[in-house]
């Protein structure tokens, strides 16, 4: 599991790379899918990736808007803040967590528990999910896509 959060951070920061050569006009453009464009899409991997981690870590979520940050560099500065944070959390994995609960209340005020490694997973899945969209606005834009090739990235 550890290696799929690394290989996650790998291709977010090849996305926030590639970022760089897109327009200003391109990368908040609306798309169809996912949760806006291209660059709320990012800042939308990043704050589930950090609340989720927050949660289990019994923190306090991130609730600012995705309108405060909306532009590359503050986009690319909010992931690498919230990296530094969730990091240590995921690099001291140990099975123990795997089955430990989180108690939240669903919309409805219902009881709702989750175990932390499907937790953990969901979070992988999602970012993995969302680098799928990413792959197909690239080439809206014009560009070749980030590889999402598990291989070669020299994880193992």
Not at 86 to 95: A, D, I
Not at 110 to 119: A, D
């Amino acid at each position: 599991m550890l290696k799929l959060f690394e290989y996650n951070w790998q291709v977010r920061k090849d996305w926030f790379a590639w970022c760089q050569d897109v327009s200003e006009e391109d990368l908040p453009k609306k798309r169809t899918g996912g949760v806006g464009g291209i660059l709320h899409t990012l800042f939308h991997i990043a704050d589930v990736e950090f609340s989720w981690i927050s949660d289990l870590q019994g923190k306090r979520e991130f609730t600012e808007p995705f309108e405060d940050y909306a532009n590359l560099q503050k986009v690319t500065d909010l992931s690498a803040r919230f990296h530094e944070e969730v990091r240590p959390f995921v690099m001291s994995w140990t099975n123990e967590m795997e089955s430990k609960e989180l108690s939240e209340l669903t919309s409805a005020g219902e009881p709702v528990n989750f175990k932390y490694g499907e937790i953990m997973r969901h979070v992988i899945a999602h970012e993995i999910h969302h680098i799928g969209q990413l792959s197909v606005w690239s080439r809206e834009v014009g560009k070749a896509p980030i590889t999402a090739n598990l291989i070669r990235r020299g994880l193992f």
